[in-house]
Every structure is written in structure tokens, then in C-alpha cells.
């Protein structure tokens, strides 16, 4: 059973542009919500993170929004470049953070510039 | 944060063989992840390896198919054994360290 989906699947910005994916998951128990990016021959690494605590976290050019009510996050990439073209994943978990993960499917960013 | 290094890096296997991957840990870590990427899609947990007890399995994922070793707080082991062309995929070694940082992976092509 997929708890976590993910979309797009791809997604192409150019570069200066905005990019959004968003994520819903159906178990109420998670409280703990990381995007993770993944360059090809690459493990993920950990991008930005929230818990449902707050709504909004930025962190220089990416920022994660959350609606608690609706069971959905997004990620949002401000001034998209180049180098962003990456693999990004949603992912979640429950109890201890970042344990026991459950991933969304993944989009495929490409930013033209 | 942690580092993570695994071996091999990738590998070509004959179906019907076994391959053991390794994970080394810059630090002592309590609870190691083991994940399976299959070709273009999202990571699947296989199982949860801690120090000092047997691996925790999620369902789906077998002791007999995908035995693991753990035998201390910085390393790990994941066997891939009676391999399938179903098996091809990238095998991921993961710690948790206040979040969960993941090795560079292990590309499997089973032939």
C-alpha cells in the first residue's frame, strides 16, 4: 500500500523559475516529513524537513508547506537553476525522525537555462 | 551527519549466485536501514538492522532472501542471495543520525 503519493512525476522549469511538488500521505500517525534529492549514481540526501507543528519552513531557496488538514506537503524551489536538475523525493515517517521512511514515487526536475 | 560508505559500488551477477554488500559507518550508529531502489522508481525499506538483535523485515522482504548481518555499531551487511533478473535494482545502506543520511548505493544487474 503506497501511503505516501507524489506529483508530478517530471517537471521541467526554466531556470529563474519556481518549481512545486507536492505530496499527500494518509497515515495520521506520521510526524515527520523530509524531501530528499538524488543526483543519478547518487544516494538521496537529505533536503529540508518539517513536522506538522509549523506550516512553513524555508531554507534559502526551498521551502516545504504543509496543510495538516488536508494530509498534504509541497516542496517549493524559488530561482530554479540548472543544478537543481535532480531526483526528489517526499518521504515520511513516524516516531523517531527519519526512521522507517516511507517515499513518495519521486519527480524528475530538469531545469533548462 | 553520518558517512556511509558501501561496497561494491556495482556489480554484474549471474542469476542462481548470492552477493553480500557492505556498509561502514563513520560512527556508531544504533539503527541501520537497509533500502532497494529499483530501476526508476522510489526507495522500498527491506529491513531494519540493529546492533545485537536479529534484522526486523518489512513485509514483502524475507530473512532467507535478504539475510543481514549486523555485527556492530558501525557496520552492516546485506546478502542478496539466489539472484533473479527481478533483483536488479540500487541497494541502499542508511543510518539514522537525527535524520537518515544514505550511502552513494550498490547497482546490481543480475544476468
Known amino acids: 500500500q503506497q501511503q505516501v503519493k507524489q506529483s508530478p512525476q517530471s517537471l521541467i522549469v526554466q531556470k529563474g523559475g519556481i518549481s512545486i511538488i507536492n505530496c499527500a500521505y494518509e497515515n495520521t500517525a506520521f510526524d515527520y516529513f523530509p524531501w530528499y534529492q538524488q543526483f543519478p549514481g547518487k544516494g538521496p540526501a537529505l533536503l529540508i524537513a518539517i513536522r506538522p507543528d509549523v506550516s512553513e519552513k524555508k531554507e534559502g531557496r526551498f521551502t516545504i508547506s504543509f496543510n495538516k488538514s488536508a494530509k498534504q506537503f509541497s516542496l517549493h524551489i524559488m530561482d530554479s537553476q540548472p543544478g537543481d536538475s535532480a531526483t526528489y523525493f517526499c518521504a515520511a515517517s513516524m516516531g523517531t525522525s527519519g526512521s522507517r521512511l516511507t517515499f513518495g514515487e519521486g519527480t524528475q526536475l530538469t531545469v533548462n537555462p | 551527519s553520518a558517512v556511509i560508505s558501501q561496497k561494491p559500488s556495482r556489480d554484474i551477477c549471474q542469476r542462481g549466485t548470492s552477493l553480500t554488500i557492505q556498509c561502514q559507518v563513520d560512527s556508531q550508529v544504533t539503527m541501520m536501514f537497509w533500502y532497494r531502489q529499483q530501476p526508476g522508481q522510489s526507495l522500498t525499506l527491506i529491513a531494519t538492522a540493529n546492533q545485537g538483535s536479529e534484522a526486523t523485515y518489512e513485509s514483502g522482504f524475507v530473512i532467507d532472501k535478504f539475510p543481514i548481518s549486523r555485527p556492530n555499531l558501525t557496520f552492516s551487511t546485506l546478502t542478496v542471495s539466489n539472484m533473479s533478473p527481478e533483483d536488479s535494482s540500487i541497494y541502499l545502506c542508511?543510518?539514522?543520525?537525527?535524520?537518515?543520511?544514505f550511502g552513494q548505493g550498490t547497482r546490481l544487474t543480475v544476468v
Open positions: 542508511s543510518v539514522y543520525g537525527g535524520t537518515a543520511f
